[in-house]
């Protein structure tokens, strides 16, 4: 059986952990065996927030350096911080709306140019998918389903052996009943993107 | 219903490690729980806290590890089955009671969870507390999967009565927060009612009984190593001439590394679960059947020195490593790759890393703006510290900040920078007696209310006895905040099922014989500041006690909505960035436009109307809610 391993980042309060949960809940759904990993802890105060899938025959829950398949960013900067973890093999998915860092937004530091660090990921992986998340979040009704739409866009990828369908049904399944709907919406926006 | 109380048994579940401890237990029809929040641990309390509502099962958050275990140990001799969960550095606190506990044993099966945090995720050190079940010879379980964490915890429990003996489920981090498939099995219904045997020869420990009790544990201890050595927690699997020992989280990245390697044929490994009394019959037949023997284990030499006395006792001369130069370090966690490529290296075989992607390749990136977490938007405890930074800067005085564990911590950020000293729970009240002793220097201290409750009371007796003169600020926001909102004794604002009486902390502080004592609201800057101010000039020990509620705790457990907002009006339109580098609300940026209106704003989405900015900056005012609530809810 073939080996998978995602990594997930973001910033706290983007939904990491949950799409981390409905990735993860998804490839069972598809018959295949997960195990995952999360950092909890300092999620709620701005703090990255990085989570790992492994999909297939792996027993190890982590990702080292130049090992992950694919790596689903759910910020531009962040998906840069951990391009570290990809290998020329591997296909990145990544939001471009970046969250600004406190740092930055009172005037220490500055934001890198979001189109150089894509470019940059762009000419050194095997492909790169960017949606802007945000956007088909507000379309699809809660700018919070936005972890959704980046789900979408990764089912869209065909990166991983887990079908849509498999995806919906964990939606309709294992999000808030009151999200159900929205984060539906999200995810299809998101497969629709590319 | 709790989804860790399905009856489907057979059914595979996608459970986080520690919910699937917490459902071994519940399979093992464990009645008693306790703990004492801490990260990575807390999610096992906090299942409980849910689960006791609707079952038999007894659960209290106890105010410290020490506590926690006490109260499980009652219940434990009574003969009811106890579980008691803690962090690494929680079994410090409770290291009192375990060593005697290990003397008297229980009669109802009990287990002790530690959580150990390699790499210090959120934790003040990473001892490994592997060293714990030597130190007081009780057995200790340590699982590698969700799967396995799910069959120790109820395994433990059988150990534990067959023993009398309490047993150590010691976990870390990787396990706690991993996700892994498990396997449901049946339930057992708790029982609850236990009766305590008055056996003053076993349970009160003179010294007289406590020599006939040492006697037992290590004849205990020898039942134990024989568990051990059969135990189908320890496994000697694969032939070759080759050795590989490893016990929990790492034997993963072993067995993934045999494979990625293609050297199934080449390694025997001894998969070792139940780690303590170390299984001395298997690891001899183990070092045996060896030529060389390679130990992977996070943090200390804890299996690899076992391995070695083993050999040494055995007369065999068979190499065994573990940690050193070019093998593996006592600091931090493992990770896959690394472990792959030691294991190469040892034995070896050809392997070429995988080439990662490096962004110093990049050329045009210098320095990535980083991205530390930050007290939240409305957070009291930055009113708390601007108030006390204010105080000291009008009263030309300098002062050190002995700190303490909670949210607060961050403190230590630039522009508050209200941390100077910090070792574990409760030592700022202390620390600051020994500063402000040392140096005759002004000490302000800083305690949340948790962290007072769990171990800053004795301290603040000492101070009051000793004559000590420091300022105590306690930091209560009504809840325990950093390890996900847990209630503690002083809890006075709480949701509806929340029944359960509230101690005033005022009267704590007072009863312990504090006559300087003041409570402030820290939203309210010029109050906070002169209470600050007066304990500065008493010379005295004074206590100021900055209660408000934590904002993120008020609206997801209370369900608070936000009912104001504040904006920056436009004759902010100066070089002034005051607000920013003196208080630096993450709701506070700087306008990106340079032909911008203001040269502040205020993100909406972020600011929650705790309204202490306009306290100090009369450009900002209040505006109408008009968002959507569900942008801040």
Redesign the interface.
């Known amino acids: 059986m073939d080996k998978y391993r995602i990594y997930l980042t973001g910033?706290?309060g983007q939904g990491t952990l949950l799409a981390?949960?409905v990735l993860?809940?998804s490839a069972?759904y598809a018959g295949y065996?997960?195990?995952?990993?999360?950092?909890?802890?300092?999620a709620?105060?701005?703090?990255?927030v990085e989570s790992t899938v492994m999909i297939g025959?792996?027993?190890?829950?982590?990702?080292?350096?130049?090992?992950a398949d694919v790596l689903l960013g759910f910020e531009p900067?962040?998906t840069?911080?951990a391009?570290?973890?990809?290998?020329?093999g591997?296909v990145v998915v990544s939001n471009t709306v970046p969250v600004?860092?406190?740092?930055?937004?009172?005037?220490k530091?500055?934001?890198?140019?979001v189109d150089?660090l894509l470019d940059?990921?762009g000419s050194?992986?095997k492909r790169l998918i960017t949606i802007d998340a945000q956007v088909l979040a507000q379309q699809a009704g809660?700018?919070?389903s936005a972890n959704m739409a980046m789900l979408g866009a990764l089912a869209k990828s065909g990166a991983l052996p887990v079908p849509k369908e498999a995806f919906e049904e964990t939606i309709r399944t294992k999000t808030k009943a009151s999200f159900v709907e929205t984060n539906l919406r999200a995810f299809e926006l998101g497969l629709a993107s590319q | 219903m709790h989804p860790l109380l399905t009856k489907e048994t057979g059914k595979?579940f996608?459970l986080l490690g520690n919910e699937a401890i917490v459902r071994g237990a519940l399979e093992a029809g464990v009645a008693f729980a306790t703990t004492y929040p801490g990260?990575?641990a807390s999610e096992i309390g906090d299942a409980f806290f849910r689960i006791a509502r609707e079952s038999d099962l007894y659960f209290e958050y106890s105010t410290n590890e020490k506590v926690a275990l006490e109260t499980a140990a009652g219940a434990a001799s009574s003969g009811v089955r106890t579980i008691c969960s803690m962090k690494h550095v929680g079994l410090n606190v409770a290291a009192d009671p375990l060593m005697t506990l290990a003397y008297i044993g229980v009669r109802g099966g009990m287990v002790i969870v530690t959580a150990d945090d390699p790499s210090m995720?959120?934790s003040q050190n990473e001892q490994d507390n592997r060293f714990y079940a030597r130190l007081s010879s009780l057995p200790m379980l340590e699982p590698?999967?969700c799967q396995e964490a799910k069959e120790m915890a109820r395994e433990a429990f059988e150990i534990s009565e067959a023993l009398e003996l309490p047993v150590i489920l010691r976990t870390t981090t990787?396990l706690n927060?991993?996700?892994?498939?498990v396997t449901i099995g049946p339930l057992k219904p708790p029982e609850n009612k236990g009766a305590f045997e008055k056996i003053p020869s076993r349970f009160v420990t003179v010294p007289a009984t406590a020599r006939v009790r040492h006697r037992v544990l290590l004849d205990q201890e020898e039942k134990a190593r024989d568990m051990a050595v059969k135990s189908l927690f320890n496994t000697l699997t694969g032939e070759g001439p080759w050795g590989i020992a490893a016990s929990g989280?790492a034997?993963?990245?072993v067995?993934?590394a045999i494979?990625d390697l293609g050297i199934e044929d080449k390694v025997r490994v001894l998969k070792l679960g139940f780690t303590y009394p170390f299984p001395d019959v298997l690891a001899e037949e183990f070092i045996r059947s060896a030529e060389k023997i390679l130990v992977v284990e996070e943090l200390e030499p804890f299996l690899e020195e076992n391995l070695k006395v083993t050999a040494y006792t055995n007369s065999l001369s068979t190499p065994i490593s573990g940690k050193g130069p070019g093998l593996f370090s006592r600091l931090y966690e493992y990770?896959?790759?690394?472990v792959r490529e030691v294991i190469a290296r040892f034995f070896g075989v050809d392997y070429t890393?995988?080439?990662?992607?490096?962004?110093k390749?990049?050329g045009?990136?210098v320095?990535?703006?980083?991205?530390?977490?930050?007290?939240?938007a409305g957070c009291p405890h930055r009113a708390t510290y601007l108030a006390v930074k204010t105080a000291l800067k009008e009263t030309q005085t300098e002062a050190i900040f002995p700190t303490d564990i909670g949210?607060y911590t961050?403190g230590i950020l630039p522009p508050l920078e209200c941390a100077d000293f910090l070792i574990c729970m409760g030592s700022s009240v202390t620390s600051a007696a020994g500063i402000s002793k040392a140096t005759g220097k002004k000490v302000i201290a800083f305690i949340g209310d948790s962290t007072f409750f769990h171990s800053g009371i004795t301290g603040l007796i000492n101070a009051v006895h000793n004559k000590h003169n420091f300022i105590l600020i306690i930091l209560d926001n009504g809840t325990t905040a950093?390890t996900g909102h847990q209630p503690h004794p002083g809890v006075e604002v709480a949701p509806q099922e929340w029944d359960k009486p509230s101690i005033s902390i005022e009267a704590v502080v007072r009863a312990c014989g504090v006559e300087n004592v003041a409570v402030v609201n820290p939203l309210n800057l010029a109050k906070t500041r002169k209470a600050v101010k007066e304990a500065l000039g008493s010379n005295s020990l004074s206590v100021i006690i900055s209660k408000a509620l934590c904002p993120?705790y008020e609206r997801r457990v209370l369900g608070k909505k936000t009912k104001r907002l504040f904006e920056v009006g436009p004759e902010c339109n100066t070089d002034c960035?005051e607000c920013?580098d003196t208080f630096?609300c993450?709701a506070?940026?700087?306008n990106p436009d340079p032909h911008g209106t203001t040269t502040m704003i205020i993100d909406e989405n972020l600011c929650i109307g705790c309204g202490l900015c306009i306290q100090f900056c009369r450009k900002i005012r209040p505006v109408k809610v008009s968002r959507k609530e569900?942008?801040n809810g």
Not at chain 1, 33 to 42: L, P
Not at chain 2, 335 to 338: I, L
Not at chain 2, 353 to 359: A, C, G, L, V
């Open positions: 910033v706290g981390t949960v993860a809940e069972i065996n997960v195990v995952a990993s999360e950092v909890h802890g300092m709620q105060r701005g703090g990255v025959d792996i027993k190890s829950s982590i990702i080292s350096d130049g090992e900067l962040e840069y911080r391009i570290r973890k990809c290998s020329a591997s600004i860092p406190y740092g930055v937004a009172i005037g530091g500055s934001y890198p140019d150089k940059f990921i050194k992986v809660a700018v919070l | 595979k996608l990260t990575p995720f959120s590698a999967s990787r927060h991993c996700r892994g498939i989280i034997f993963n990245y067995a993934d494979k990770n896959p790759g690394m890393r995988p080439e990662s992607i490096d962004i390749e990049d045009q990136q320095q990535l703006p980083i991205r530390p977490p930050n007290l939240c949210c961050l950093m993120l960035t920013i630096a993450p506070l940026y700087k569900t942008l």
